[in-house]
C-alpha cells in the first residue's frame, strides 16, 4: 500500500534552517510527483512547491522562492523539503503529498521560537 | 496566481439535512478542481477530483459539480463524520492553491 512517512516535529530558532523528509512506499517512487503543503495553527492549507523525483525538477510558489529547496533521494525513495530563514509566521504543519491528493504523509510540525 | 474563495466560511446543519458548498476561482480551471475534507489533527482526505469524481471509498452522499470558475460540493445526507472543514483546490496551474475553507458544524 502506498505510504509516506515523514521525520518528526522539530523546534527551531529564529533564522535557523529546518530539513523535513518524505519517505515513500508502496509505489513506484520516480514515477508522480511529490508536493509539499503547510498548515499553520487554526489557518488553512498553503501549497508550497512540488519535486518531480524523476530528475529532480523543481517548482515553487513565489513566496517561498529563495527560501525552500526540495530535493531528493531515488536510493532510499525520499524527499526532502528544506525551509530556511525560519521565521515565527513558519510555524506550521508541513506535509508531503503524492500528485492527485489521494495519499499525504502525517504531517510535520516545525515550531519556530525563541 | 489563481485565488480560490470559498463560501460559506461556516455552515450549520443538523445532522440529516443537505450541505452545499461553494468555491470560486479568480479565473477558469476548467474541470481542475478537487475538494477535501480535514479533521483536527489529520491530513486532508481527498474526496472529489476532476470537479465531479469521487476518490476511492468516498460515499456516494459526497457530490461535486461545476466547471471553469464556479464549483460546488454538496453533502446530501450529513452524518456525525461529516462535519469537517473542507477545502477546494485547483490544479489547473502551478501554484496550486487552495480555498480558505468551509466549516461544517452542527446545528
Known amino acids: 500500500q502506498v505510504q509516506l512517512v515523514q521525520s518528526g516535529a522539530e523546534v527551531k530558532r529564529p533564522g535557523a534552517s529546518v530539513k523535513v523528509s518524505c519517505k515513500a512506499s508502496?509505489?513506484?517512487?520516480?514515477?508522480?510527483?511529490l508536493h509539499w503543503v503547510r498548515q499553520a495553527p487554526g489557518q488553512g492549507l498553503e501549497w508550497m512547491g512540488i519535486?518531480?523525483?524523476?530528475?529532480?525538477?523543481?517548482y515553487y510558489k513565489q513566496k517561498f522562492q529563495g527560501r525552500v529547496t526540495l530535493t531528493r533521494d531515488t536510493s532510499s525513495s525520499t524527499v526532502y523539503m528544506e525551509l530556511s530563514g525560519l521565521r515565527s509566521e513558519d510555524t506550521a504543519v508541513y506535509y508531503c503529498?503524492?500528485?492527485?491528493?489521494?495519499?499525504w504523509g502525517q504531517g510535520t510540525l516545525v515550531t519556530v521560537s525563541s | 496566481e489563481i485565488v480560490m474563495t470559498q463560501s460559506p466560511a461556516t455552515l450549520s446543519v443538523s445532522p440529516g439535512e443537505r450541505a452545499t458548498l461553494s468555491c470560486r476561482a479568480s479565473?477558469?480551471?476548467?474541470?481542475?478542481l478537487s475538494w477535501y475534507q480535514q479533521k483536527p489533527g489529520q491530513a486532508p482526505r481527498l474526496l472529489i477530483y476532476?470537479?465531479?469524481t469521487r476518490a476511492t471509498g468516498i460515499p456516494a452522499r459526497f457530490s461535486g459539480s461545476g466547471s471553469g470558475t464556479d464549483f460546488t460540493l454538496t453533502i446530501s445526507s450529513l452524518q456525525s463524520a461529516d462535519f469537517a472543514v473542507y477545502y477546494c483546490?485547483?490544479?489547473?496551474?502551478?501554484?496550486?492553491?487552495f480555498g480558505g475553507g468551509t466549516k461544517v458544524e452542527i446545528k
Open positions: 503529498a503524492k500528485e492527485g491528493g489521494e495519499y
Open positions: 508502496g509505489y513506484i517512487f520516480t514515477s508522480t510527483y
Open positions: 519535486i518531480n523525483p524523476d530528475g529532480g525538477t523543481t
Open positions: 479565473q477558469s480551471v476548467s474541470n481542475y
Open positions: 476532476d470537479a465531479s
Open positions: 483546490q485547483q490544479y489547473n496551474s502551478w501554484p496550486l492553491t
